[in-house]
């Protein structure tokens, strides 16, 4: 697919190989990380600090509830890619 991210640098992960699954949402979670990263570097002129922090907390839950639905609504996910996604997620903002 065409998409705005080709040709950026992929997030890195960790060492551990990913579970089955992954390939399938990973494009969404690649593409979430980088709104997240273009909304910290934002600049904050003219805003109070918390308007300046509503993007990224807003992106943070946008990534959690898809997540959280792909595995408890849909059960579209295994636990083991569940559990992977949390630490991936936990990793980065670690």
Do not use: N
């Not at 991210?5 to 969404?28: H, N, Q, Y």
């Not at 990263?37 to 934002?42: C, F, G, I, K, P």
């Amino acid at each position: 697919r065409g998409s705005s991210f080709e040709g950026m640098p992929r997030v890195k992960r960790s060492k551990k190989p990913a579970p089955d699954g992954w390939d399938l949402i990973e494009e969404t979670l690649d593409e979430l990380d980088l709104k997240m990263r273009e909304a910290e570097t934002e600049t904050h002129e003219g805003k109070r600090k918390v308007e300046a922090l509503w993007p990224i907390f807003r992106l943070h839950h946008q990534r959690s509830r898809y997540i959280y639905d792909l595995f408890y609504k849909r059960k579209a996910i295994s636990r083991e890619l569940y559990e992977y996604c949390l630490d991936e997620g936990d990793r980065k903002s670690g």
